[in-house]
T-cell receptor, first 112, second 114 residues
Framework: KNQVEQSPQSLIILEGKNCTLQ??????????LRWYKQDTGRGPVSLTI?????NTKSNGRYTATLDADTKQSSLHITASQLSDSASYIC???????????FGTGTRLLVSP | ETGVTQSPTHLIKTRGQQVTLRCSSQ?????VSWYQQALGQGPQFIFQ???????GRGNFPPRFSGLQFPNYSSELNVNALELDDSALYLC?????????????FGSGTRLTVV
């Protein structure tokens, strides 16, 4: 069964600190892995996308890693800001017509 | 370049009623996918339309139906609404084949069934 599992479910960190979110997947055949940021009640916004051959991708203070052998990914957030408070969703794409399998997300709260 | 737009942004319906949600895809995109996101959960795939034909469906009953128009905009119709249909409905557009980067979501329609 195609599944994406994320950990932790929720996380509270102090402003300015770093954090790392984890994603494990069993989706096959694998096409790509994406990290999205979703503010409450809004649509997801893409942070990074990686294909099979890529093992790291950065977008400002966000850095994603991918290990296709172990089927694991992480999202590292550096020098967190209050505006980083959101849900972060790991999404794995199948080949073909871009059907995506979503994780349930990690809810991050950055506290002042 | 316009993004994905959804309408309405919020909607309240009574159990048993019917609802139509609308999505305008990003310019140049010919594929539209619809997702249901319950509170605190990840989005669940409803179905996808490619060039006006349904191309894949998730585990949703037939009362969830859709359309895609020649301009690639799309509608999601839900009949006989149930309380559990209350959710954020997301539309995403993309190029169908060979596009690993262009999957773009709208801001969603918040449906409340009372």
């Amino acid at each position: 069964k195609n599944q994406v599992e994320q950990s932790p479910q929720s996380l509270i960190i102090l402003e300015g600190k770093n954090c790392t979110l984890q994603c494990n997947y069993t989706v096959s055949p694998f096409s790509n892995l994406r990290w999205y940021k979703q503010d409450t009640g809004r649509g997801p916004v893409s942070l990074t996308i990686m294909t099979f051959s890529e093992n790291t991708k950065s977008n400002g203070r966000y850095t994603a890693t991918l290990d296709a052998d172990t089927k694991q990914s992480s999202l590292h957030i550096t020098a967190s800001q209050l505006s980083d408070s959101a849900s972060y969703i790991c999404v794995v794409g199948n080949t073909g017509f871009q059907k995506l399998v979503f994780g349930t997300g990690t809810r991050l709260l950055v506290s002042p | 370049e316009t993004g994905v737009t959804q309408s309405p942004t919020h909607l309240i319906k009574t159990r048993g009623q019917q609802v139509t949600l609308r999505c305008s895809s990003q310019s140049g995109h010919n594929t539209v996918s619809w997702y249901q996101q319950a509170l605190g959960q990840g989005p669940q795939f409803i179905f996808q339309y490619y060039r006006e034909e349904e191309n894949g469906r998730g585990n949703f009953p037939p009362r969830f139906s859709g359309l895609q128009f020649p301009n690639y905009s799309s509608e999601l119709n839900v009949n006989a609404l149930e309380l559990d249909d209350s959710a954020l409905y997301l539309c995403a557009s993309s190029l169908a084949v060979g596009d690993a980067s262009g999957y773009t979501f709208g801001s969603g329609t918040r449906l409340t069934v009372v």
